[in-house]
Every structure is written in structure tokens, then in C-alpha cells.
């Protein structure tokens, strides 16, 4: 990529991804932030030296890939926990600890109680169907097609507008809408579109019935366990069945609009295909039982210095886990190194020197677990926050901050990696221009980055505003700042080792996030929102 000049006064993005100055009542505000006080804090103390040497334990192939749960997860939130205590922060977790536990439900389908019939017959579970292990309910109703099910306004497909689902048995086709991938439908959720379960759990339907392909067999075997999840997680459920297309034939080969359906599943091309009410009656009943497991944030403070503000934090933020251990291969463990052990240790080197000096402000340092799962650890501190979260007036967040682009090497267009002096700025200005225009200028009076916008548009296919925990913060209005330095060949593998980081670059990018929080610890007036 070519060189991104520094972040100007603006704030906002310019066109060819650099940063830029526009106007001087932008000059005004800039000066005016520069009178605040401004010291960096004991950056210095963050060594490339001593964040190899916390890596080289958390991205250990003891801990396994610090999968959600595991106990490689919990011997590094034990870790994490005793570096805060040698650098004398404060406890901020539960009853007094650094902990903060969050309980998750692990559901298995219990097969006694699982049932599924068509037309009065009853199928066989594991062979005919499958069932997942959502959520434990059912009825019984005649059968409705919804095609692939999905709520897509900028696609146009809501099949609900032209049947009402409520109290009935759906049927599904697909994972994905006809003709998109599922890179098309990350982030959906923020173009006010819906999952399958989402819509039909909202507009009542009391289970969803997925057909299998023509030419499959049952994807999803009656006792594997279902995806571990948050116990009191507010998204949407609803009994899920996986029903064989042989199955599906035989029982309704005599209802009047199988045809309609047969000849919907066959249809090649992306075109959505309008719903289809069936006369034939079926009953499902899906019973699950939870086993319940957990896994922690780590919660520390920095108490400020001046009486008043020390009330207030500045929230710094990386999450801890990782994605646990492959199922085949040579070298099964994820041990992620860069993602996110690289903003883990970052954040650990950043307590250790703020237990030596703090701003005016306390410094709120939360090491998120259950990011790779879907943000899991900073939804349940947003909102089962252990300070007020009105008391929270930014939120720096790193993940993945220790690779540096290869000479030579080609990384994809729409994620492209950073070199040793740049890195990805992500929301920075969305929620305060204001907030942006501090992140610029203490970059500037430091190591002056490069700070690349390529990912901070609206229309980012990426979408990763909303991938990271700093996205949970920023539900509640709170201004956020992302640093990232890119996909690159190793995420999400095995690959993704110590011996590949750039530590020196970690050393820059945490010394300029705690420079950060300093300038916006020490300011009297927390950052304007827009």
C-alpha cells in the first residue's frame, strides 16, 4: 500500500486513506486540546524485551490455544491476574479479585425427549434427522417454506412480509441467502437485517426445521454438543431440527405444494424464492440439557491522581483468548500469537508502567475473554460493567498488533497488512471528532504512525468496527479508538507463532496507546460527543 501521511487535524478520513488537514477552525479546536496536560506517562518502561517475554507464555503451546472455555484460557487469565497484582493495580473484578466470571451453558439434545414426525409418522433421530442443541421447546403445525430465511433490506429478501410465521413449524433451505457467502453476511445484524433464528424466534415461529440438500445426508449429529454460550446472552433462539431431503420427500411426496418446494430446493441461481404454505401437519419437540461451564475477564485499576477525576476512567482493552486447537494437521495448536497475544501483552507491559505513575484520570485496564466466540467477554462487562460505565469516558482497544507486512509477500486487497511503522486506525472520530483529534496529535508528537483508514469506512467489507470489543463500548456511546495491524496469512492458524511478531512494533504501538490514555486521563473535560 503507499505511505499514509500522519493523521491530520480533521479527523476525518480523506479519500485516499491518509489523514488530513482541512480547516482552521479544526486549527482552533487542536490547539485548544494541546493546552491540556499532555505528559505521556512512563511509556519508556514498555521494552520489546519484556513483551517477548510475557508472549513466549501466553502464546505457549501449554495453554492450547486459549480456546473458550478451556483451561489454557483459565491459566492465562491466572497469569494476567498476577501481573496486575506485581504491578499493584487494584483488583476490580468480582468479590474483590481480578476475576470477573461469566457462566456459560454448553446444551446437549437429550435424546429421549427429541422428536420429530411429518403426517403422523415419526422419523428417526440421527438418521432421518438431526437436531441441534439450541433451546428446548416445539409444537406442532403445518409446515411453511420460508427459502433460506434470512431479513436482508439492501437485498431485498424478507420472505415474513408475505406469510405470517407465528406458531409454526418453518422450513428453511440453506445456510446462506441464494448466491451469497458468508463474508457477504458479516455484519448483517448492523444493516438492520436477521439470522434465520432471528427472525423467527422474533415473529414467534416455534421451530425451525433446516432441509438438507438433495444430494446430502444429515449434516448435524443428534448428540454432538451444541456451541457453548453465554448464559445470559440476549440474542434470539428458537428449536432447530436438520431434516434429510429423502426424509422430507417420502413424508410429503402427497401434499399439493411439495412440488413448489422440490423445485425451489433444485432451482440453481441466486433469485430468492416466495414463500410456500404446506397443508401437511408435523410436531417437533427438541429437549436440551445445559451444562454449564465458565471462563473470566481480567479486571485491574490504575487509581488516578487528582481527587475529583480519579472517579472517571479511561478504559484500555485487548482480549486474551484465542480459537483452541485444530481437529487434524501436524501442528494442532492455534497458539495466536499475534491474535490477540500480541494486544494481551501489550496491555499487561501497559499495567506493569501504570502501577509506577497514573494521569489524572484512573486507568481501567480489561482483558476480554470470548472475543473469538462473538465478543462474548466485553458484551457481559458492558452491561454487568464492575465500575459505572457512565465513569468511562474513552476505550482504547488492541488486537492483533504484532505483524508486520513481508517484503515480497502479497496480502488480500480488502485486509492488507501494516509494515513496522503503521498500523490500521479503526472508530476514532465516529462517536467524537474531538476524541480523534487527541488519538492524532499525541501520534504525532510521539512516534508519528502511519495510520491507515482503509478500514474505518462505513462500507468496509471487513466490517471490522463491529469485530473487535471495542464495538461493545461504543453501543453505549462511548468513544473508542482500534488499533489493528491486519489479516495476514497466519490468522486463524496454527502458523500464527512468537517467532513471526515484531516486537519493536509492539513496543510503538503500546507506548502510543498509553501515551493516548495519559493525554485523555489528564484533560479536565472528558472527550465532546458529536
Not at 12 to 41: D, E, H, I, N, V
Not at 107 to 125: C, F, H, M, W, Y
Not at 374 to 388: A, E, H, I, K, Q
Amino acid at each position: 500500500m503507499p505511505p499514509i501521511s500522519m493523521y491530520g487535524i480533521s479527523g476525518k478520513p480523506a479519500r485516499t486513506g491518509m489523514r488530513t488537514l482541512t480547516s482552521l477552525s479544526a486549527l482552533g479546536l487542536a490547539a485548544s486540546l494541546l493546552a491540556q496536560p499532555s505528559s505521556f506517562g512512563p511509556i519508556e518502561r514498555i521494552t520489546a524485551a519484556r513483551l517477548k517475554a510475557h508472549l513466549e507464555f501466553v502464546a505457549h503451546d501449554l495453554l492450547e490455544g486459549r480456546d473458550t472455555p478451556s483451561r489454557g484460557l483459565d491459566i492465562a487469565a491466572q497469569y494476567i491476574a498476577s501481573q496486575c497484582k506485581l504491578a499493584g493495580l487494584k483488583p476490580a473484578g468480582d468479590n474483590g479479585t481480578y476475576l470477573q466470571k461469566i457462566v456459560l451453558r454448553r446444551p446437549v439434545v437429550n435424546r429421549a425427549e427429541t422428536k420429530l414426525s411429518i403426517a403422523g409418522t415419526d422419523l428417526q433421530l440421527g438418521k432421518d434427522f438431526g437436531a441441534r442443541a439450541t433451546i428446548s421447546g416445539g409444537g406442532s403445525s403445518n409446515l411453511v417454506f420460508v427459502d433460506s430465511g434470512w431479513v436482508a433490506p439492501d437485498w431485498n429478501l424478507d420472505p415474513y412480509k408475505l406469510v405470517d410465521v407465528r406458531g409454526k413449524i418453518v422450513v428453511v433451505f440453506g445456510n446462506l441467502p441464494r448466491g451469497k457467502t458468508f463474508r457477504d453476511v458479516q455484519g448483517i445484524s448492523q444493516r438492520k437485517g436477521e439470522t434465520p433464528q432471528e427472525a423467527l424466534a422474533k415473529r414467534g415461529a416455534v421451530a425451525m426445521v433446516i432441509l438438507g440438500k438433495p444430494d446430502g445426508t444429515v449434516s448435524m449429529p443428534s448428540d454432538q454438543p451444541g456451541r457453548a454460550s453465554m448464559a445470559d446472552a440476549s440474542q434470539r433462539r428458537i428449536p432447530t431440527f436438520e431434516l434429510g431431503y429423502a426424509a422430507a420427500a417420502s413424508a410429503l411426496s402427497k401434499d399439493p405444494n411439495w412440488a413448489k418446494v422440490d423445485a425451489a430446493v433444485k432451482q440453481d441461481g441466486g433469485s430468492a424464492v416466495n414463500p410456500v404454505e404446506l397443508s401437511t401437519t408435523a410436531t417437533a419437540q427438541l429437549t436440551v440439557d445445559d451444562n454449564a461451564s465458565s471462563f473470566s475477564n481480567v479486571v485491574a485499576v490504575a487509581e488516578g491522581t487528582d481527587p475529583k477525576l480519579k472517579s472517571e476512567f479511561v478504559a484500555i482493552g485487548a482480549h486474551y483468548d484465542h480459537i483452541g486447537m485444530s481437529r487434524s494437521g501436524d501442528d494442532r495448536i492455534n497458539n495466536g500469537a499475534d491474535d490477540d497475544g500480541s494486544g494481551t501483552v501489550g496491555l499487561i507491559e501497559m499495567a506493569y508502567a501504570a502501577g509506577t505513575a497514573t494521569p489524572r484520570r484512573s486507568l481501567l485496564f480489561v482483558w476480554h475473554g470470548g472475543e473469538e466466540q462473538g465478543l462474548w467477554g466485553s458484551d457481559y462487562f458492558t452491561r454487568n460493567p464492575t465500575v459505572p460505565l457512565k465513569s468511562i469516558v474513552a476505550q482504547l482497544n488492541i488486537d492483533m498488533i504484532g505483524r508486520s507486512a513481508t517484503p515480497g509477500r502479497t496480502y488480500p486487497e480488502s485486509a492488507p497488512m501494516t509494515d513496522g511503522k503503521s498500523v490500521h486506525l479503526i472508530g476514532e472520530t465516529r462517536l467524537s471528532k474531538e476524541f480523534g483529534l487527541l488519538v492524532a496529535d499525541v501520534n504525532r508528537k510521539l512516534y508519528n504512525l502511519r495510520y491507515d483508514d482503509t478500514h474505518d469506512k462505513e462500507s468496509d467489507p471487513q466490517s471490522l468496527y463491529s469485530r473487535s470489543d471495542h464495538y461493545n463500548y461504543a453501543r453505549f456511546g462511548i468513544p473508542v479508538a482500534f488499533w489493528f495491524d491486519g489479516i495476514h496469512e497466519d490468522y486463524h492458524r496454527p502458523s500464527d507463532e512468537v517467532d513471526k511478531i515484531d516486537f519493536p512494533k509492539i513496543e510503538r504501538i503500546s507506548r502510543t496507546v498509553l501515551a493516548t490514555a495519559f493525554a485523555v486521563g489528564n484533560r479536565t473535560a472528558r472527550p465532546r460527543l458529536d
